[in-house]
């Protein structure tokens, strides 16, 4: 009988934190992305997990340029370099196909980005892993684009303040 109440009692504790776990995070640590992050970019295509490729178009809809970092990371190694790019007037980090500002009513074409676990828009994390191991992006790192969100401009360009973002800001955006 004892065996039998403590069998049921492990295998109620196991159901419970089972049922706990959110699926898309389980799902997410599953496939292999490669070697440890000590000897690799974000989003490298190494030969351990075979990457593919995402395509993403950044909309501006708002009436003001656009200030911020996006990009790839792994957030299940803090060791790697993310893969970034940024949108601002000094930026010099910028994705193929695309330009060095994201203008009012405009969009940032079709960017190219090595699959990561996470894909960013100005995200916390993010930034956190630019600061902390920007890799060899780090002499071209824009300061002004390291925003915790994505900050809005209407300063004309050839300001020496165009890069402040007076017109306000926008949540950043994080999706696995």
Do not use: H, W, Y
Not at 113 to 133: D, H, K, M, Y
């Amino acid at each position: 009988m004892l065996k039998f109440a403590l069998a049921s009692l492990l295998s109620v504790a196991c159901l419970a934190s089972t049922s706990a776990c959110d699926v898309s995070i389980l799902l997410n640590q599953t496939a292999s992305f490669g070697p440890d992050g000590a000897t690799a970019l974000a989003g490298a295509p190494i030969s351990s997990g075979a990457r593919g490729s995402i395509r993403v178009v950044i909309e501006n809809n708002t009436p003001f340029r656009a200030i911020f970092s996006a990009g790839v990371f792994d957030n299940t190694d803090e060791r790697s370099s993310p893969l970034f790019f940024q949108f601002s007037p000094d930026s010099q980090i910028i994705g193929a196909n695309s330009q060095a500002t994201l203008e009012n009513n405009g969009d940032s074409g079709i960017l190219v980005l090595p699959c990561a676990r996470v894909f960013s828009v100005g995200s916390r994390s993010l930034i956190n892993l630019i600061r902390e191991n920007p890799g060899a992006f780090e002499p071209f790192v824009d300061e002004a684009a390291m925003l915790d969100g994505v900050g809005f401009s209407s300063i004309g360009l050839s300001s020496d303040q165009a890069d402040q973002p007076i017109e306000g800001f926008a949540a950043g955006f994080e999706s696995l």
